[in-house]
């Protein structure tokens, strides 16, 4: 296998809180925008590498406050999704893209199944495997938990505005995002819409399917539009109604018939 | 961490045939009966440990001779299902049964949280981490994979005879289980029919939906009634229909939306 990260690089998941009370978990896949040194730039610019294609402006920063408000655990996946997107399974093209909206990712092109494994291996597995673990040592003590991914998006993708500020995505278990639906729908100052802007046709309840979904957890992934949390007072006004939602949430038993 | 396995008892997962070349990959969550010698006998006697509760019986013979016949990988769990049943989540009761059928596992009773950990780090995470490595190696080749789980079930459960000789068991992606409903229907000899004697609802698929489901890939699960796989001469006919049955498959392409 050719070596992707180099000893000092680091894992690409950082726990926070890992022995937090909470029942809410949170893991944010898209974390971070770290490219390893091994593959250069990319070849992209400093001002692409900064954009929503690298990561998820601003969802770390409102994980971080909603892990701290609940005493929640959370996982945090640092390296870009460019290089290995977690929330996709190694059999995806999207989990390495080639193209990206509409930028092409020139250090995407042509990897061999060396390249492929390598980035499966040092990121996508530790990082779930750590995911995994969390949650295993959990229902050792008899904790269950309730599984909530946090994402942002764009609001304008390829040309089109998308007119909405969160979204609650959810496969086929649907408890916990009616719940959540239902909550975040009387906030008014919030629109708020179920599996957009993106849905389970798209491929993007991946960790839901992996970890929640088999040990019949109830799940969601929110998505919120990312112009407003990339400035800290956006941040923290999301993490407070996030939390509020979250925290106030009671906790199904796991459901056998999914497991 | 309280120890579950002393270091010459061995890995619970065999992988046989790691670079078959066969689409197809076998998995045998409950070939073994082997208790780690830290259990005792978990207070059974030695004619309780030898029957179905323990462990699927043929269901490994039959596995190495289709795996063989195919070229196809197979990854084998040696440990009793009675110590843990690799095909549940932690989550789940069924993991670590007080009871299996009609018989109480004194082994079992009131397991610390400790005790339970120990299983789930030791058999549970080992062997499905095995197994997602190896279908991470066959992706990162662009080599897909149909997914087939064997297992064997026991004629008369809880008095009652369960009438017929192979289950073809799915959960909601039916695209495998439909082409070998329909060819091993063909057969005259052998009475097949889907979802039974158990289904998803039952909480069986789990090793299907932890690995087949989020990765897109075409599975099934086959349970194979073990009166007629006890001896070598079920076992080899056995294998024979399968080898036949799963040879002759196209290969459908991942499906992007069960990702």
């Known amino acids: 296998m050719s070596g992707l990260l180099r000893p000092d690089e680091g894992e690409p998941v ?17 974390a971070g925008k770290v490219i390893p040194r091994s593959l250069g730039s990319l070849g992209l610019s400093d001002e692409e ?25 959370l ?4 390296y870009s999704r460019l290089v290995y997107d977690c929330n996709r399974p190694p059999e995806s093209p999207d989990a390495m893209p080639v193209m990206s909206e509409t930028t092409r990712i020139p250090g995407n092109d042509n990897l061999t199944p060396e390249n492929r494994l390598a980035r499966i291996s040092e990121i996508y597995r530790p990082f779930h495997d750590r995911v995994a673990r969390l949650l295993d040592h959990r229902a050792a003590r008899g904790i ?14 390829k040309g089109a505005r998308r007119l909405l500020d969160l979204g609650v995505l959810h496969d086929r278990d ?11 729908g009387r906030l008014k100052d919030v629109v708020v819409k179920r ?5 389970p046709e798209d491929g993007v309840c991946h960790t839901l399917n992996l970890h929640a979904q088999p040990r019949g957890l109830a799940y ?13 007072a956006g941040q923290k006004l999301w993490a407070e109604r996030l ?5 106030a949430l009671s906790l199904p038993q796991p459901r056998r018939a999914a497991s």
């Open 195 to 199: 599996n957009e802007p993106y849905g």
């Open 75 to 78: 996982l945090v996946q640092r």
């Open 174 to 184: 649907t408890r916990l995002a009616d719940k959540l639906l239902a909550a975040f």
């Open 144 to 157: 269950s938990s309730l599984f909530v991914t946090i994402h942002s998006f764009t609001p304008v993708y």
């Open 220 to 232: 969601a992934m929110l998505e919120i539009r990312n112009d407003l949390i990339a400035q800290d």
């Open 14 to 30: 950082i726990v926070v809180n890992g022995d937090g009370k909470s029942p809410v978990v949170l893991v944010c896949e898209h």
């Open 243 to 247: 939390a509020e939602v979250l925290g």
């Open 49 to 73: 590498l900064s954009r929503h294609i690298a990561w998820d402006i601003g969802a770390e920063a409102v994980s971080r406050l909603v892990a701290k408000a609940l005493d929640a655990p």
